[in-house]
């Protein structure tokens, strides 16, 4: 047999074989920090959420004091799961299943028929599991340990090396908020969001309003910072240029674009901030899901702004491919969307990898050095070098 | 058993009008271990005062992580023996004879640790709160932290400038709101609240400063029925016992006086050897033992630093504080043998 294809430092069986996806989902995505949402998605006493974090699922719940509580959504009983994806509970959570009830605090409180079906049940034993969360960058965490410890342990090497946004004065714009599924693996996904080198190229006229040539860029533990200024042109009158209104100082100006660990991608950029949650559904299915926030300002403010830089971006995005060259209509490298471009290119990508004749060239030596970085972060985790 | 050891007072500063001092110690480099102290610790002193001894247990209101010397803050109580004699006559220069610091409620920071810190405190009780706030300023740089400070009026505030001086240096972790309980303020200073902290207070410091950083924790420190009452309203609105840590401030003990003691003979367990001594009515069980010529544990004398502790095994007695105590020690027959005057004609001690 000739030797295992590789995808430089990850074997190619990594990007589509299910037993590769099982292992991640355990080594991985079921042992760290799990992005569950953000932080005004729960905003008062009662209200839940859940979230599924690799293997586990989790849900969220505020207490009267205003402090959320994580626990494994898992009924003690034989269980069920206790509750669906978000909602708001009085006192109490009931399993639908038997009717077993917990309060806020996951104790189990009252079990129906107790005296005559489960005469010396120790209830005080059957409490929820308990998980770990908190609150980071205006966006909610959970840890399926409920000694997970800080989150700064996790997070905080990489954090001064992210954007100077003042996240929590941003509000969401809930219009753009959107959820697609990519044909590609998880990797392939983040890759992309990596890749240094594709940026001239694939996105050619779509980010030319910032200045590649001058990014800086690393890893700080698994997490990868990345921070490029604007091009001359679109700073010379970012006033008037910025699509959205400003959300940092003239002095601070540019793009952060990380990707933390696993799959948490953030666009913190001059005019917004957002964020690009890539969850694995299978070895060659993703989920993304962009939220975004802008300047806490009024409409009026957005329509003025939009109307003085219209003039810029009409003439600054352009497709990849001409109109005339496009297949159709929605051909995503006729769009001027990057988003539309990267998908297009992770999928293309992925399409081949099944391919016998398919076999990875040289790898770009600084532009594509995240690429291998971040397959180097997978194998430790998929190791058990890391935690 | 802890020694007492000669401590050269550095400087004393009089604070809010002459009403409280601080008095700032120099440790020697040979103690300077043995005088390592955790934000909320206290210090036990012993003077001499018209030919008695007198020991009294204060807070330390300096954090061990700011580079300032070990500080006490002595506010005056009416008729306070010691609170006036230091108020009136500790000087810098001064001998005090100092057992080492003590305590179980305290706030160790931690480098990468990021929690919310609410503390509630009142009066004096500030000093072990400011110790620990100014610690987590100092050694904890994810965390923000919350003060609700209760004072009489704005002549009353012990710290003012030292909290608008950390306030000003942390603005985006640190807010210190005062309330404020005398109800003319022609003062020209906007507290946060009037009144006290009650639970309306309360609710409104949490409902305004709701935690970011989900680990929470709770300190409170204040006089009198304070403590009780602030940790009832947090439980009220489920705030886990396990995050609540309080302590009646070394002055300020809820001493409960209306118990007469009886005479009794008692039965002492003491390292390894059986005495039987007489108890006066007008003496606790640490004064009966120490006239009748035996040597048991003890500091304070004033029931914060649990030092005294002994296990009643037969017999009741009224303990007038028991604030070193958690309740479910006292059930498994703990006292405090400083505290403890005895109710029934025999009793059975024995020291752990
Ligand atoms: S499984 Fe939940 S009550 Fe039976
Ligand atoms: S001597 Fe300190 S509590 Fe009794
Ligand atoms: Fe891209």
Same mark, same amino acid.
């Given at each position: 047999?000739?030797?295992?294809?590789m995808?430089?430092v990850l074997?190619?069986?990594?990007?589509?074989?299910?037993a590769w996806?099982?292992?991640?989902?355990?080594?991985i995505?079921?042992?760290?920090w799990a992005?569950?949402g953000?932080?005004?998605?729960?905003?008062e006493?009662?209200?839940?959420?859940?979230v599924?974090?690799?293997l586990?699922?989790?849900f969220?719940v #505020?207490?009267?004091?205003?402090?959320?509580?994580?626990f494994?959504n898992?009924?003690?009983h034989r269980?069920?799961q206790l509750?669906?994806a978000?909602?708001k509970?009085?006192?109490?959570?009931?399993c639908p299943?038997?009717?077993?009830?917990?309060?806020?605090?996951?104790n189990?409180?009252?079990?129906?028929?107790?005296?005559?079906e489960?005469?010396?049940?120790?209830?005080?034993?059957?409490?929820?599991k308990?998980a770990?969360?908190?609150m980071?960058?205006?966006?909610?965490?959970?840890?399926?340990n409920?000694?997970?410890?800080?989150?700064?342990?996790?997070f905080?090497?990489?954090?001064?090396?992210?954007g100077?946004h003042?996240?929590?004065?941003?509000v969401e714009?809930?219009?753009?908020?959107?959820?697609?599924?990519?044909?590609?693996?998880?990797?392939?996904?983040?890759?992309?969001?990596?890749?240094?080198?594709?940026?001239a190229?694939?996105?050619?006229?779509?980010l030319?309003m910032?200045?590649h040539?001058?990014?800086?860029?690393?890893f700080?533990?698994?997490?990868?910072?990345?921070w490029e200024?604007?091009s001359?042109?679109?700073?010379?009158?970012?006033?008037k240029?910025?699509p959205?209104?400003?959300?940092l100082?003239?002095?601070?100006?540019?793009?952060?674009?990380?990707?933390?660990?696993?799959?948490?991608g953030?666009?913190?950029?001059?005019?917004?901030?957002?964020?690009?949650?890539i969850?694995?559904?299978?070895?060659?299915?993703?989920r993304?899901?962009?939220?975004v926030?802008?300047?806490n300002?009024?409409?009026?403010?957005?329509?003025?702004?939009q109307?003085?830089?219209?003039?810029f971006?009409?003439k600054?995005?352009?497709?990849?491919?001409?109109?005339?060259?496009?297949e159709?209509?929605?051909d995503? #490298?006729?769009?001027?969307?990057?988003?539309?471009?990267?998908?297009?290119?992770?999928e293309?990508?992925q399409?081949?990898?099944?391919s016998?004749?398919?076999?990875v060239g040289?790898?770009?030596?600084?532009?594509?050095?995240?690429?291998?970085?971040?397959?180097?972060?997978?194998?430790?985790f998929?190791e058990?070098?890391?935690? | 058993?802890?020694?007492?050891?000669r401590l050269?007072?550095?400087?004393?500063?009089?604070l809010i009008?002459?009403?409280?001092?601080?008095?700032?110690?120099?440790?020697?480099?040979?103690?300077t271990?043995?005088?390592?102290?955790?934000a909320?610790?206290?210090l036990t002193?012993?003077?001499?005062?018209?030919?008695?001894e007198?020991?009294?247990?204060?807070? @330390?209101s300096?954090?061990p992580f700011s580079g300032d010397?070990l500080r006490?803050?002595?506010?005056?109580?009416?008729?306070?023996?010691?609170?006036?004699? @230091?108020n009136?006559n500790?000087k810098?220069?001064?001998?005090?004879?100092?057992?080492?610091p003590?305590?179980g409620?305290?706030?160790?920071p931690?480098?990468?640790?990021r929690?919310?810190h609410?503390f509630?405190?009142a009066? /004096?009780?500030?000093?072990?709160?400011?110790?620990?706030?100014?610690?987590?300023?100092?050694?904890?740089?994810?965390s923000?932290?919350y003060?609700?400070?209760?004072?009489?009026?704005?002549?009353?505030?012990?710290?003012?400038?030292?909290?608008?001086?950390l306030?000003?240096?942390?603005?985006?972790?640190?807010a210190?709101?005062?309330?404020?309980?005398?109800s003319?303020?022609?003062?020209?200073?906007?507290p946060?609240?009037?009144?006290?902290?009650?639970?309306?207070?309360?609710?409104?410091? @949490?409902?305004?400063?709701?935690?970011?950083?989900?680990d929470?924790q709770?300190? @409170?420190?204040?006089?009198g029925?304070?403590?009780?009452a602030?940790?009832t309203?947090?439980?009220?609105?489920?705030?886990?016992?396990?995050r609540?840590?309080?302590?009646?401030?070394?002055?300020?003990v809820e001493?409960?006086?209306?118990?007469?003691g009886?005479?009794?003979?008692?039965?002492?367990?003491?390292?390894?050897?059986?005495?039987l001594?007489?108890?006066?009515?007008?003496?606790?069980?640490?004064?009966a033992?120490?006239?009748?010529?035996l040597?048991?544990?003890?500091?304070?004398?004033?029931?914060?630093?649990?030092?005294?502790?002994?296990k009643?095994?037969?017999?009741t007695?009224?303990?007038?504080?028991?604030?070193?105590l958690?309740?479910?020690?006292?059930?498994?027959?703990?006292?405090?043998?400083?505290?403890s005057?005895?109710?029934?004609?025999?009793?059975?001690i /024995?020291y752990g």
């Open positions: 047999m000739s030797e295992k294809k995808m430089h074997p190619l069986e990594a990007y589509t074989s299910q996806f099982d292992r991640e989902q355990e080594m995505f079921s042992k760290t992005y569950a953000f932080a005004e998605d729960i905003s006493p009662g209200q839940y959420i859940s599924q974090a690799g586990n699922n989790i969220i #505020m207490g009267r004091d205003r402090r959320l509580r994580a494994h898992i009924c003690r269980g069920t509750i669906r978000v909602g509970a009085q006192k109490a959570l009931t299943y038997h009717d077993w009830t917990y309060d806020l605090e996951g189990l409180i009252s079990v129906p028929e107790e005296q005559s489960f005469k010396d049940l120790d209830k005080s034993c059957l409490g929820l308990k770990s969360v908190d980071w960058r205006g966006m909610l965490f959970v840890h399926p409920p000694d997970a410890g800080s989150i700064m342990e996790w905080g090497e990489v954090e001064p090396h992210l100077p003042n996240i929590e004065e941003l714009y809930p219009d753009a908020r959107v959820e697609y599924e990519i044909k590609a693996n998880w990797k392939i996904v983040v890759e992309n969001y990596i890749d240094v080198y594709h940026l190229h694939l996105h050619s006229g779509t030319a910032y200045d040539a001058k990014a800086e860029y690393g700080f533990g698994p997490h990868y910072a990345f200024p604007l001359e042109d679109y700073a010379k009158d970012i006033e240029n910025a959205t209104p400003l959300v100082p003239l002095d601070q100006l540019g793009a952060s674009v990380p990707m933390l660990f696993p799959g948490i953030l666009a913190e950029s001059e005019s917004n901030w957002a964020t690009f949650i969850t694995p559904l299978g070895p060659q299915l993703s993304v899901e962009n939220r926030r802008l300047k300002a009024s409409e009026w403010e957005f329509q003025k702004q109307w003085r830089s219209a003039s971006w009409s600054s995005i352009k497709g990849k491919y001409s109109p005339e060259a496009a159709h209509d929605d995503p #490298m006729a769009s001027g969307d990057f988003t539309a471009e990267d998908i297009y290119a992770c293309q990508q399409k081949s990898l099944k016998p004749y398919f076999e040289a790898s770009a030596q600084n532009g594509e050095s995240p690429v291998r970085q971040h397959q180097q972060v997978v194998l430790d998929v058990g070098r890391y935690l | 058993m802890s020694d007492f050891h050269k007072v550095q400087d004393t500063k009089s009008g002459g009403m409280a001092k601080s008095v700032m110690f120099e440790v020697s480099t040979e103690l271990e043995t005088f390592l102290w955790k909320g610790q206290h002193l012993r003077f001499e005062l018209n030919g008695e007198q020991r009294r247990s204060y807070s @330390i300096s954090s010397p006490i803050t002595v506010k005056r109580v009416k008729d306070g023996l010691v609170s006036n004699h @230091i009136d500790v810098a220069g001064d001998i005090i004879e100092v057992m080492p003590f305590g409620f305290y706030l160790e931690g480098e990468t640790k929690r919310t609410y509630f405190g009066g /004096s009780g500030i000093t072990p709160l400011f110790s620990m706030l100014d610690s987590v300023m100092c050694a904890e740089p994810y923000v932290a003060l609700a400070y209760g004072n009489k009026n704005h002549k009353s505030i012990i710290f003012k400038d030292e909290f608008d001086a306030c000003d240096a942390n603005k985006d972790r640190l210190v709101l005062h309330v404020i309980s005398d003319s303020l022609w003062s020209g200073f906007t946060w609240r009037k009144g006290i902290i009650d639970k309306a207070a309360i609710e409104a410091l @949490i409902n305004e400063n709701p935690p970011y950083a989900q929470a709770y300190y @409170i420190c204040g006089p029925g304070m403590n009780t602030v940790k309203a947090l439980m009220s609105f489920d705030v886990p016992a396990d609540i840590h309080m302590e009646s401030y070394g002055g300020m001493v409960d006086d209306s118990v007469k009886r005479a009794a003979k008692v039965e002492i367990a003491l390292q390894g050897q059986t005495h001594i007489n108890m006066a009515a007008d003496q606790t069980v640490l004064q033992a120490r006239a009748a010529g040597s048991p544990p003890f500091s304070c004398q004033s029931g914060v630093c649990g030092a005294c502790r002994g009643l095994n037969k017999g007695v009224h303990m007038r504080a028991s604030m070193a958690e309740d479910k020690e006292i059930q498994q027959g703990a006292i405090l043998t400083c505290q005057v005895a109710t029934s004609d025999s009793l059975s /024995s």
